[in-house]
């Protein structure tokens, strides 16, 4: 079975690439499953550390005095396995990207990719976009919300407190991975969208700064707690540089467009090499 494109009411054999049954570009389990599986892991992470906060913060004080061996049990373990774990999956899944990557350049030299895999690629494209979007979330407004909460009813005697261990050194970091290495996948995947010619794109300057300048703002916003205010008043002035994440952040809409202008070239190119006859019925279509 050849994959074929579908143009209104009419549908073409392209003389692409086959795909199995239920896993075509645009199939739940084809193209869009890596969302499935990127959005079900992150959020597994996110919600199971919430419900590790939940049951330890109070757990024989474990989470009240930074002093106290059960601290150092629950959480400063914790911040490690964070660390680690991170990395590994940070530098695993890029470096992944990268040299799979060059295989696919060198691979499209002798046979360029059909449409359909474009098209494909398009969609996990997308897919990795709403995984990002997932993790920004649950970056700047879940964990954030929950750590004013924490630090209005339990005075800070440690930056490694049981909300910022969760915030900054696991949801903060995967913010930086999702938007690098979707990045990442734009430029070794979708060479004539985010190629490395066409240079870097503005999208993701505003979206990977955005991360960065969130992780970033930790150290000020401890610096500010422990030397100015040392109360969680959510207006204080060292917590404006958060809004600019914000605004920042608001260069991931760009990504849908550029992709999807890409898709309608698509479209222009399927229609150019179809015959006169064809145009002319997908037109009245």
């Known amino acids: 079975m050849s994959a074929t494109v579908d143009r209104g009411s009419e549908v073409r054999d392209t003389g692409t690439e086959e795909f199995p049954k239920g896993k075509g570009p645009i199939d739940w389990m084809g193209g869009w499953k890596w969302m499935w599986y990127s959005i079900a892991l992150l959020s597994a992470s996110f919600i199971g550390l919430r419900i590790y906060q939940g049951h330890f913060a109070w757990y024989n004080e474990a989470g009240l005095d930074a002093a106290s061996p059960a601290f150092r049990k629950y ?3 914790l911040f490690i396995i964070e660390l680690v774990v991170a990395t590994v999956v940070t530098l695993g899944w890029w470096g992944w990207l990268l040299k799979s990557g060059q295989k696919l350049e060198a691979a499209a ?4 990719i059909s449409v359909n895999e474009e098209v494909r690629r398009i969609a ?3 897919g990795l976009i709403g995984a990002t979007s997932v993790t920004l979330y649950f970056m700047a407004s879940f964990f954030p919300n ?5 630090h209005q009813t339990t005075v800070r005697d440690t930056a490694l407190t049981p909300s910022h261990i969760v915030m900054f050194f696991w949801a903060f970091p995967m913010g930086i991975t999702m938007s690098v290495g979707t990045y990442l996948y734009g430029m070794t995947r979708l060479p004539k969208v985010y190629g490395r010619e066409k240079g ?3 999208s993701f300057f505003l979206l990977i700064a955005a991360s960065i300048t969130e992780m970033m703002q930790v150290a000020m916003n401890e610096w500010g707690h422990s030397m100015w205010i040392t109360e969680e008043i959510f207006a204080a002035p060292f917590h404006w540089p958060f809004v600019t994440y914000g605004w920042l952040a608001s260069g991931i809409f760009a990504l849908w467009a550029e992709s999807l202008s890409r898709l309608l070239a698509i479209e222009d190119e399927i229609l150019e090499e179809a015959p006169a006859s064809a145009q002319a019925e997908a037109t009245v279509a």
């Open 124 to 126: 996990t494209f997308w």
């Open 109 to 112: 030299k002798v046979k360029p």
């Open 146 to 150: 929950q750590d004013g909460v924490w």
């Open 75 to 77: 959480w400063f373990s």
């Open 200 to 202: 870097f794109p503005w």
